[in-house]
């Protein structure tokens, strides 16, 4: 994500993952990784909205989309770590809009 960069109020991030898939989301380097580029994303959706009443942005979910491109992500994500998968959108609920797996 580009530093500095201004979004309008109606901006809705959407995220395609390719460098890291579903399946690798076990390893706990690619997590942190995946969790803070959400995350910043997310930030920056918020920055770009205008401020409620309470004068803080209104939160702003990132669409995402998460692929399966090989067969690590066939047996890896939804097959041998499904509780990993589910941790990871319960974690990052107020983070994530709509997703695709």
């Known amino acids: 994500m580009s530093?500095?960069?201004?979004?309008?109020?109606?901006?809705?991030?959407?995220?395609?993952?390719?460098?890291?898939s579903?399946?690798?989301?076990?390893?706990?380097a690619v997590r942190r990784e995946q969790e803070a580029r959400l995350r910043a994303w997310s930030g920056a959706a918020k920055d770009a909205t205008s401020t409620e009443s309470s004068g803080t942005a209104a939160a702003r979910p990132?669409?995402?989309?998460?692929?399966?491109?090989?067969p690590s992500d066939w047996t890896y994500g939804p097959v041998q770590y499904p509780h990993v998968v589910q941790d990871f959108y319960r974690a990052n609920r107020a983070f994530i809009g709509a997703r695709a797996c």
Do not use: D
């Open 3 to 20: 530093e500095g960069i201004g979004f309008s109020s109606n901006l809705v991030v959407q995220a395609l993952n390719m460098s890291y």
């Open 22 to 28: 579903m399946g690798l989301m076990h390893q706990p």
């Open 62 to 70: 990132v669409n995402t989309w998460f692929g399966s491109y090989g």
